[in-house]
Nanobody, 125 residues
Framework: QVQLVESGGGSVQAGGSLRLLCVGS????????TGWFRQAPGKEREFVCG????????KCRTFVKDRFTIARDNDKNTVYLQMNSLKPEDTAVYSC??????????????????WGQGTQVTVSS
């Protein structure tokens, strides 16, 4: 079993930055593919970025490229989502998800077996 806990959300003005953290319990978290998803009010949850267990494979949606960066520190069982140049449309609940697998279908919610509870990100104009 792996438990995921997100932190780092908050309220910022447009153009600001936040760094989200996803901390996984258990010694095997370092072998998990981990993804960040977000869900805005009234919208479906969508994939943001994903990273393989060894950081060799990273994928992000085009709408966050050059603004968001995903990284991980397996010694700390932590995956980060650095978000810069935030826009009001980035407002959402951000959740991390994980699965002990290769990066087969990182864009799909169904690919992941473990989810955190989410952290709210609010960007004001």
């Amino acid at each position: 079993q792996v438990q995921l806990v997100e932190s780092g959300g908050g309220s910022v003005q447009a153009g600001g930055s936040l760094r989200l953290l996803c901390v996984g319990s258990g010694r095997t978290f370092g072998s998990f593919v981990t993804g960040w998803f977000r869900q805005a009010p009234g919208k479906e949850r969508e994939f943001v970025c994903g990273i393989s267990w060894n950081s060799d494979n990273v994928k992000c949606r085009t709408f966050v490229k050059d603004r968001f960066t995903i990284a991980r520190d397996n010694d700390k069982n932590t995956v980060y989502l650095q978000m810069n140049s935030l826009k009001p449309e980035d407002t959402a609940v951000y959740s991390c998800a994980a699965i002990p697998d290769e990066m087969r279908r990182p864009f799909s919610e169904r690919f992941y077996g473990y989810w955190g509870q989410g952290t709210q990100v609010t960007v004001s104009s």
